[in-house]
């Protein structure tokens, strides 16, 4: 089964806002709520930033959301920092013996 | 605060099987599910598969045929064994909890070389 699909790189300056798409089908993203997303710095592992489409976990920043619409999930990040620049990736449970399918990745250049 | 931790050979011949072992501390394996997930040098990531405590597993199927997950919730440990392995499956190798159809907590991950 194929990934969802992810824009490459995304870039942004200090205090502006970005957002990163997560595009699937009927079957993982736009057939349940449990899309989330993770940030990545290198050389360390992800860290959960979104679950279950628009929660935040307890010390995730509020600057960071999250959204869906059909078959595409959206996170948001408002008032960019130095600090945001990194890989982030969604994932979404899905109805095909997968599971648990992943996008390619999106790098956040923060300008 | 749970803490996972990978070990295992960072090398592995080729045709060979690759074990590694996930430690859980800082709180108890039972009553979730834990993962494995894999990421190749400069690319994204792939999920392996997952058991629950009681020995459930659920496996990606393009690895399906060559995946084994085991646990020993004695030791809040589990642990992956990908059987005759190329250099295709050359990465690191994360340990995850599954929490509400995510992944909360990761292991630092543990870089597995595939050469002879």
């Known amino acids: 089964q194929s990934a969802l699909t992810q824009p490459a790189s995304v870039s942004g300056s200090p205090g502006q806002s970005i957002t990163i798409s997560c595009t699937g089908t009927?079957?993982?993203?736009?057939?349940?709520?449990?899309v989330s997303w993770y940030q990545q710095h290198p050389g360390k592992a992800p860290k959960l930033m979104i679950y279950?489409?628009?929660n935040r976990p307890s010390g995730v920043s509020n600057r960071f959301s999250g959204s869906k619409s059909g078959n595409t999930a959206s996170l948001t990040i408002s008032g960019l920092q130095a600090e945001d620049e990194a890989d982030y990736y969604c994932t979404s449970y899905t109805t095909s013996s997968t599971l648990f399918l992943f996008g390619g990745g999106t790098k956040l250049t923060v300008l | 605060q749970v803490q996972l931790q990978e070990s295992g050979p960072g090398l592995v011949k080729p045709s060979e099987t690759l074990s590694l072992t996930c430690t859980v501390s800082?709180?108890?394996?039972?009553?979730?599910?834990w993962s494995w997930i894999r990421q190749p040098a400069g690319k994204g990531l792939e999920w392996i598969g997952r058991?629950?405590?009681?020995?459930?597993?659920n496996y990606n199927p393009s690895l399906k045929s060559r995946v084994t997950m085991s646990v020993d919730t004695s030791k809040n440990q589990f642990s992956l064994k990908l059987s005759s392995v190329t250099a295709a499956d050359t990465a690191v190798y994360y340990c995850?909890?599954?929490?509400?159809?995510?992944?909360?907590?990761w292991g630092q991950g543990t870089l597995v070389t595939v050469s002879s």
């Open positions: 058991i629950y405590t009681s020995g459930n597993t």
């Open positions: 800082g709180g108890s394996i039972t009553s979730y599910y």
């Open positions: 279950e489409v628009s």
């Open positions: 995850a909890r599954e929490k509400d159809l995510s992944f909360d907590y």
């Open positions: 009927s079957s993982d993203v736009g057939g349940y709520n449990y």
